[in-house]
């Protein structure tokens, strides 16, 4: 990959400990919300509790409707490959 971007290694570490430190402060933030609001619901409840009704209820179709659909259509597709691959 360093190669085809003609990136160093320098930069690639640099990056991947950037990233690191993104993934922890999402982490962090995540376990702040379950321990301040301690309900069912995820996401979709910090949501409504913090921005109001209309936020909440868009997060939780903006859920159903791309990220759900877009985990079912990756899973379904490498499942293909699979069995494709397979037979």
Avoid: H
Avoid at 30 to 47: C, D, F, Q
Wanted: hydrophobic content about 50%; overall charge neutral.
């Amino acid at each position: 990959m360093l190669e085809i971007t003609k990136a160093t290694l320098d930069f690639a570490l640099l990056a991947w400990v950037s990233a690191g430190i993104i993934n922890l402060c999402g982490g962090l933030t995540v376990a702040e919300l379950s321990g301040a609001i301690p309900e069912t619901g995820g996401m979709v409840t910090w949501l409504k509790r913090i921005f109001g009704e209309k936020v909440g209820y868009l997060a939780g179709v903006d859920l159903c409707i791309c990220i759900l659909a877009c985990i079912y259509v990756s899973t379904g597709k490498c499942y293909f490959i699979t069995v494709k691959q397979t037979v």
